[in-house]
């Protein structure tokens, strides 16, 4: 199973950028989808995450910023950001936890896509 994602770049702060994450693969079954996010100098943080039975979860300062959904059918996950901050800029990491019968239950991340928001 491979991530891809795709979205970031930059932004003008209060801007709005689609970050998108799609899992390819064969016989595979999506559990979590999350978004990370690393800024420089800071270890890496949950920025929201999607269960599959739809329930979300935002790490407070997104908290009604951010969106994160997931469409079953094309096994992609999107992260909406509204009004975005310079605090905001990092490079965001999609992850999955996935079950294949191959490799059982595990995690799984995208490459980062770098986002930032400077005027």
């Known amino acids: 199973v491979q991530l891809q994602a795709s979205g970031g770049g930059l932004v003008q702060p209060g801007g709005s950028l689609r970050l998108s994450c799609a899992a390819s693969g064969s016989n595979f079954s999506i559990k979590t989808l999350a978004w990370y996010r690393q800024a420089p100098g800071k270890t890496r943080e949950l920025v929201a995450s999607?269960?599959?039975?739809?329930?979300?979860n935002y790490v407070y300062s997104v908290k009604g910023r951010f969106t994160i959904s997931g469409d079953n059918a094309k096994n992609t996950v999107y992260l909406q950001m509204n009004s975005l901050k310079p605090e905001d800029t990092a490079v965001y990491y999609c992850?999955?936890?996935?079950?294949?019968?191959?490799?059982?239950?595990?995690?799984?991340w995208g490459q980062g896509t770098l986002v930032t928001v400077s005027s």
């Open positions: 992850n999955a936890v996935i079950f294949t019968f191959s490799a059982g239950l595990r995690d799984y």
């Open positions: 999607i269960s599959e039975g739809g329930n979300t």
